[in-house]
């Protein structure tokens, strides 16, 4: 237990790196860290450039309750890439850790518990992976 608050860390801790500068990619995440005050999600994305090269980067940001989700951005001509936002500690250490594939629902078992409107149970993350 933390002996008083300046050993207490009750921020979320995000993978970070940057790279543009260190390894980082694919499967090179960096180092957990934790996050500054106002910084309350974590992301990881990546970069196609037009020249080939795909650039990684994760690290904590400020969302203040947004919802998180990935996005897909960019063209073929300029590059394009995707940026996933999530807000648990360490799910940025890639792509599908941080939501790419996943559903949140509520789950409950009436017969040992109350589940109704009110009651809806407790909010699960499911992964799964699409086919092609």
Same mark, same amino acid.
């Given at each position: 237990?933390?002996q $008083? ?11 970070? !790196?940057?790279?543009?500068?260190? $390894?980082?990619?694919?499967n ?10 106002g ?6 994305s990546?970069?196609?450039?037009p ?13 203040a ?11 073929a *001509?300029?590059? $394009?890439g995707e940026? !996933? ?6 799910c940025?250490?890639n792509?599908?850790?941080?939501? *790419? ?10 017969e ?6 009110e009651e809806?149970?407790?909010? *699960? *993350?499911?992964n799964f992976?699409?086919?092609?």
């Amino acid at each position: 237990c933390n002996q $008083d608050f300046a050993t207490a860390d009750s921020g979320i801790k995000c993978y970070q !790196c940057n790279g543009a500068f260190e $390894d980082c990619s694919e499967n090179e995440s960096g180092s957990i860290e934790s996050c500054e005050e106002g910084e309350d999600a974590c992301l990881v994305s990546y970069e196609h450039e037009p020249d080939g090269t795909v650039t990684w980067n994760r690290g904590c940001i400020g969302l203040a309750g947004s919802h998180m989700h990935c996005f897909q951005h960019g063209n073929a *001509k300029q590059g $394009d890439g995707e940026i !996933c936002f999530c807000d648990e500690n360490g799910c940025n250490e890639n792509i599908l850790t941080a939501g *790419k594939y996943s559903l949140q629902c509520y789950e409950c078992n009436g017969e040992v518990e109350e589940c109704s409107l009110e009651e809806p149970g407790e909010l *699960k *993350k499911f992964n799964f992976l699409m086919e092609a």
